[in-house]
Nanobody, 123 residues
């Protein structure tokens, strides 16, 4: 599975960005998907996950009410809509894929990773 993430950039606090992650190499609907992020000097952390159909999602407490994960299986793409961005959201954001039904919050459960896209939120 190849994952290509894009959509990052520089935005002011309170602004919005939408990240996209396009997948290839496997039937996309067989993949559980997730977004993680890693800030400088910190460990990679879970942001959001979505099951194969998009009917089940979960988000980290730090982003609830602000971020939304979704997917379009016809386009082989998963999205992360980020609203009300804060400086503490600054990080490299990674999409990840797991071949299977279940979704996880642990990075080790995901076999495939995108290259990351930088999100910088200025105060």
């Amino acid at each position: 599975v190849q994952l290509q993430a894009c959509g990052g950039g520089l935005v002011q606090a309170g602004g919005s960005l939408r990240l996209s992650c396009a997948a290839s190499g496997r039937t996309f609907s067989n993949l559980a998907m997730a977004w993680f992020r890693q800030a400088p000097g910190k460990e990679r952390e879970f942001v959001a996950r979505i099951n194969w159909s998009g009917g089940r999602t979960n988000r980290a407490d730090a982003v609830k009410g602000r971020f939304t994960i979704s997917r379009d299986n016809a386009k082989n793409t998963v999205y992360l809509q980020m609203n009300s961005l804060k400086p503490e959201d600054t990080a490299v954001y990674y999409c990840a894929a797991h071949l299977g039904v279940r979704t996880y919050e642990e990075a080790a459960e995901y076999e495939y990773w995108g290259q990351g896209t930088q999100v910088t939120v200025s105060s």
